[in-house]
């Protein structure tokens, strides 16, 4: 079925008392650790701290409701602080709720097409060089907050934003600086004291009393956007179709950025719960509820990972968490959203770079820089052309270049022909035992066909004690394959399935290593010949 909610399937099922009080438990602690970030998010994007709180209720509600993930949580993200600034500055309020509603018609588009697992495609290097650059702008535009800098409008473009912040380092208020850090401070640290509740929760609790008890000298909420509104109300926005062209870009954007990082959200925690997502119903959810949202004076949203990965680890199962968290939100912005105003600006600012230092995946960043020239071209023209000129343009070249790359690659390796011929390819896998499986992968293991064969290896791996994988056909693999063979293997493993590679090239081998799939499964593991792989596989069975 193309469209078919998870919440309504699970309903069919029946829910249990238990899993709806940890569902119930789990959707207030993910409302609480929304709170900060849903203004922080909005606060950034040039916005009034409410319309990020209506966007986590409005939206994070829908793609619960409606969603084909079990434990998916939506509103607005770090990603999106970027597109919807320039937005704003460039069409307004009313030019961003047109944006957002054909970007929701869209996604809805790309659902009915069934173009959910196309997104896939698209490269790891990609996703890690815009998402490390989205992170590093973000940063760049907490610094005038971060240091109290009195400066009256700040440049969207990078190099003119870090000009000016040189030119006014002489007016930083040592204050608002300290709030920083010890936001920061708290944010970090006290996740070693429990992971129950968020250290940004705490960090704004915090903060906002020492400022308010010693009357510091800092700007908050309310000093830089007034009171915010405890009502949700209904705005139709003002469209001339004779301008709707305009917004065909940003919408586009929009619509892209969205679809890849709920998807991403999406695979992330299924492989925590071992489960399925489905993709195409995820992305007319998520189209619906960008519709929906920018009528009731919301901003884009998307599936948000660290809310997701908080709902999972707190023992959220079914989209109850999700609609019990945009609930709970839904009644601190009725009933506390008078305190909400007295946040110092500082604090938001901390708990900002808190998210773009978690954004940064400067870990996946450094390990690709260590592959190969078709993976580092792609990772660093991404990057930069995030930093320095756009979004939109960084995703459109990266995909072209992904593509031309690919193309390339290819050629060389028809040039070199492929050895194919083996001395165990008539092997009979028939006298093997039942314990041991045996996946074979024949081709290039790169973006396009790394989540096919991830997932393969999983679901056969699942069933058996050993697995062996056989990759004697597999020319080359590229960071997106180590990625996704790395996370099938990291599942495997947790559920005490053994992991044998057999026949891998000294090229194969070398990316492998380099990816450490070598140190999570033991280079015991790692055999050049399947005769080799068989014995060891009859071994790990006694």
Excluded at 241 to 254: D, E, F, K, M
Excluded at 281 to 287: C, D, F, K, P, S
């Amino acid at each position: 079925m193309l469209f078919y909610p998870k919440f309504f399937s699970l309903l069919r099922k029946g829910f249990t008392h238990k899993q709806i009080r940890n569902d119930v438990l789990s959707g207030i602690v993910v409302g609480i650790v929304a709170l900060p970030l849903a203004i922080a998010f909005a606060v950034a994007s040039g916005v009034s701290p409410e319309k990020g709180l209506i966007t986590a209720v409005v939206a994070g509600f829908l793609i619960s409701f409606l969603g084909g993930s079990r434990v998916q949580i939506g509103g607005p993200t770090g990603a999106f602080i970027v597109i919807v600034y320039a937005i704003v500055e460039q069409y307004g309020l009313n030019g961003l709720m047109i944006s957002t509603i054909l970007a929701g018609f869209m996604l809805i588009g790309f659902g009915l097409l069934r173009l959910g697992s196309l997104l896939r495609f698209f490269p790891h290097p990609l996703i890690v060089g815009f998402t490390s650059g989205i992170a590093v702008v973000i940063f760049s535009t907490q610094i005038k907050d971060a240091f109290g800098m009195d400066i009256a409008k700040v440049p969207s473009a990078f190099v003119e934003k870090w000009s000016l912040y040189f030119t006014h380092f002489d007016s930083i208020n040592l204050t608002a600086f300290a709030l920083t850090l010890l936001t920061i401070a708290i944010t970090v640290g006290f996740r070693r004291i429990t992971s129950k509740v968020p250290g940004s929760f705490i960090a704004i609790l915090v903060v906002t009393a020492i400022a308010q008890i010693f009357d510091l000298p800092v700007t908050n909420i309310h000093s830089f956007f007034g009171e915010i509104s405890g009502k949700i109300q209904l705005s139709l926005p003002s469209i001339d179709l004779s301008n709707i062209q305009q917004y065909i870009g940003p919408a586009v954007t929009i619509a892209l950025l969205g679809g890849i990082e709920s998807l991403l959200s999406a695979v992330v925690s299924d492989g925590m719960i071992s489960g399925n997502h489905r993709s195409n119903t995820e992305l007319i959810a998520q189209g619906i509820a960008n519709v929906v949202t920018p009528f009731f004076g919301g901003i884009p949203a998307t599936g948000a990972i660290a809310r997701t990965v908080t709902n999972v680890k707190t023992g959220g199962r079914t989209p109850i968490a999700g609609i019990v968290h945009a609930i709970t939100l839904l009644l601190i912005m009725l009933f506390f959203g008078k305190w909400a105003q007295m946040i110092p600006m500082a604090c938001l600012a901390g708990i900002l770079m808190v998210v773009a230092y978690n954004m940064s995946e400067w870990r996946s960043f450094k390990a690709i820089l260590k592959g190969s020239f078709f993976d580092v071209s792609v990772l660093l023209t991404t990057f930069f052309l995030t930093v320095l000129v756009d979004l939109s343009v960084a995703i459109e070249v990266g995909v072209v270049l992904s593509a031309l790359l690919f193309m390339k690659r290819m050629a060389d390796l028809g040039k070199d022909g492929l050895k194919t011929i083996d001395s165990d390819m008539l092997t009979d896998y028939s006298t093997l035992p039942k314990s041991i499986a045996i996946y074979e992968i024949s081709g290039p293991f790169f973006f396009a066909s790394a989540k096919h064969y991830s997932e393969v290896i999983k679901e056969t791996g699942d069933k058996t004690k050993v697995l062996i994988i056989r990759m004697r056909h597999v020319p080359f693999i590229d960071s997106t394959g180590t990625n996704n063979l790395k996370e099938a293997i990291r599942i495997l493993k947790h559920s005490g399935t053994h992991v044998v590679l057999s026949g891998v090239s000294e090229a194969v081998n070398l990316e492998i290593e380099k990816a450490g799939i070598t140190k999570l499964m033991g280079n015991e593991n790692i055999l050049p010949s399947f005769d080799e792989a068989v014995a060891r596989a009859k071994n790990l069975t006694i």
